[in-house]
């Protein structure tokens, strides 16, 4: 299982430091020790460099991800962080195409598309998210949306998996309406949702997909009940460390 904390544009370097010692302290490395569980933190783009550094001091296992890339490479783009930035500072993915860059940056599902790809080339890990809104679930819009979310993006992967190209991409289906609600869609939501998604879709390989949408210690043992799933995408339940521990320990 693979598990991905979304710091959003939360965290200050002091309680990075913080964040890292509890997972330091409390035995991350034993609890992961033997497992198939791989976990990342994905801070804002200015703290990569830094959580690399520590985790990497601390010999913690644990990735560092990207929130977003842009859609350039490198030049005169200001305020941009390419993929090559990223990666330089030490993330190993990106989290891409979230519902709050659509929803409050203009995100658009070629823009998702064009940043996979270019993830892809460099080798870097994408998590594309996709979700529907509240109002496009009631208006029964719901597998429309997706599709229309993924169609390019697939086609994308499928280009880059002809070009030899085998670096793992995640899809997080996550729901705008369970984003931070406190409300997570259920595990028979989640599972009607995903496998009408990937029915006679173009997705050209078994997809990996991981669930965000207000995932807690409450209901994260029931979700992992789910063999649709590989993971889980978390925002605010994972900005406690030790709620981060004790789910990492609840999946072990
Ligand atoms: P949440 O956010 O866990 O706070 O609902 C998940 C996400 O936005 O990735």
Redesign the pocket.
């Known amino acids: 299982m693979f598990l991905v904390a979304?710091w959003?544009m939360n965290m200050t370097r002091d309680r990075i430091g913080e964040y890292l010692s509890v997972l330091d302290q409390n035995g991350l490395s034993g609890i992961l020790e033997g497992s198939t569980l791989e976990v990342a933190l994905a801070p804002t783009h200015v703290y990569l460099d830094f959580v690399a550094e520590e985790v990497r001091r601390r010999h913690l296992p644990v990735k560092v991800f990207a929130q977003d890339v842009s859609t350039r490479t490198e030049g005169a783009f200001t305020g941009e962080v390419g993929v090559r930035n990223i990666q330089d500072a030490g993330a190993t993915g990106s989290i891409l195409g979230?519902?709050?860059r659509r929803r409050y940056f203009g995100e658009t599902d070629a823009g998702v598309t064009i940043k996979t790809g270019l993830c892809l080339n460099a080798g870097a890990i994408p998590v594309v998210?996709f979700g529907e809104s509240l109002e496009e679930r009631n208006a029964g819009a719901t597998l429309s949306v997706l599709r229309q979310q993924l169609t390019c993006v697939a086609d994308e992967v499928a280009g880059a998996r002809k070009n030899g190209n085998d670096t793992p991409v995640f899809l997080?289906y996550?729901p705008v309406w369970?984003?931070?609600?406190g409300i997570n869609a259920s595990p028979d939501d989640i599972r009607n949702v995903l496998s009408a998604v990937s029915e006679g879709f173009p997705w050209p390989e078994l997809p990996r997909f991981l669930y965000?949408?207000?995932?807690n210690l409450d209901n994260i043992g029931l979700l992992s009940g789910l063999k649709e799933l590989s993971g889980f995408?978390?925002?605010?339940?994972w900005l406690d460390p030790d709620v981060f521990l004790d789910s990492v320990k609840a999946l072990r």
């Not at 369970?178 to 609600?181: C, E, K, L, P, V």
């Not at 965000?212 to 995932?215: A, E, L, T």
């Not at 995408?233 to 339940?237: D, F, I, K, Q, T």
């Open positions: 979304n959003k979230h519902s709050e998210c997080a996550e369970a984003i931070g609600s965000g949408g207000s995932v995408l978390v925002g605010g339940a």
